[in-house]
């Protein structure tokens, strides 16, 4: 997922192309249903004081066609593998993507990594096989064929890049997976291999001050921040070591405009904290996000490509999807 000198993933840049294209705007009993669901699972798991009641603004419509993901609720998170979110088993920082260092944190494929870096003869860092990813990704709440289709085209780059051995993603050098890795993210910056605490709290004092009162953002807050972040990296290393950023047309005066796979970065982001649910998303629960525990507010719905559709078309609509 990138070329050699570029740092970050596009993991779910090709999740979009999974599922239905279109979206629809109307209500669906449905998913109003769902949503009350995760808010009742509270009462019944104790969980109470680890999450929040997915509230939608006044006047917004949850759009139709949405799976949902009743067994992926903060309740039901915290309720499985709350334990796993402690102070004792800190975030790995090697895996850059935030929904997998989540996953990671859990511990669901620490047994099987421990057999790949027994027997392999490769300098393999977090290495899963492909076969696991559908099953341990959907509980955290990510459609498995989706999440597998994904994995398996980081796989087959980083099998290029000599990285990882066939059939296998090495979540903890997904930056090194030839071909489709971000110039630049949220929490690392360009060139880096782990998440950069200093970026990921610059990045997080930025998203607290554009929040509102309420402490609510946009998905177009989300591009910005991103938009923001790659013209600091664009102005800091476009000129260094012949390094040339696949935004390279744009110049210092340029706004560095998002193409499509930042796009979809921020869909994920903003859908998988609940943006499609209630009309925005938290501070709060992108910290928790960013910082790799369960957030309280998680999405009712499954993360696939008619979610992430829906939410990039925000951005046709708030002026950030050109190109």
């Not at 499985?80 to 859990?106: A, H, Q, T, Y």
């Not at 921020?266 to 649910?277: E, H, K, V």
């Amino acid at each position: 997922m990138l070329q050699p000198m570029s740092a970050g993933v596009r993991l779910f840049t090709v999740v979009a192309a999974i599922g239905a294209a279109g979206f629809l705007h109307a209500c669906k009993s449905s998913n109003n249903n769902a949503i009350k669901a995760a808010d009742s699972a509270a009462a019944t798991t104790g969980r109470g004081d680890q999450c929040g009641t997915l509230s939608p603004k006044e006047g917004f419509t949850i759009p139709a066609g949405l799976t949902p993901a009743p067994n992926a609720t903060c309740e039901q998170l915290h309720l499985r593998f709350g334990s796993k979110f402690s102070d004792d088993n800190p975030e790995d920082l090697r895996v850059i993507c935030p929904f997998l260092r989540i996953v990671n944190r859990s511990k669901e494929w620490a047994t099987e990594t421990q057999k790949f870096l027994i027997a392999a003869k490769m300098n393999l860092i977090l290495p899963v096989p492909l076969t696991s990813v559908a099953g341990k990704t959907r509980e955290f709440g990510c459609d498995g064929g989706a999440c597998t289709f994904i994995a398996t085209v980081a796989g087959k780059d980083q099998l290029l890049a000599h990285v990882a051995p066939p059939l296998v993603v090495d979540i903890g050098q997904l930056s090194r997976a030839v071909g489709s890795a971000h110039d630049c993210g949220y929490n690392f910056s360009h060139g880096d291999h782990a998440v950069n605490p200093d970026i990921r709290a610059a990045t997080l004092s930025r998203f607290k001050e554009l929040a509102d009162k309420d402490g609510h953002l946009s998905y177009a807050d989300l591009v910005t921040v991103k938009k923001e972040r790659c013209k600091a990296d664009y102005a800091q290393f476009s000129t260094v070591g012949g390094n040339k950023f696949r935004n390279q047309v744009n110049d210092a005066k340029d706004s560095l405009v998002p193409d499509d796979h930042d796009q979809t970065e921020a869909a994920l982001i903003y859908s998988y904290i609940g943006g499609p649910d209630r009309g925005y998303i938290t501070y709060s629960d992108l910290e928790q996000l960013f910082t790799a525990q369960i957030p309280s507010h998680r999405s009712a719905y499954l993360l696939d490509g008619t979610i992430l559709n829906y939410s990039k078309a925000i951005g046709l609509t708030t002026g950030f999807a050109e190109k």
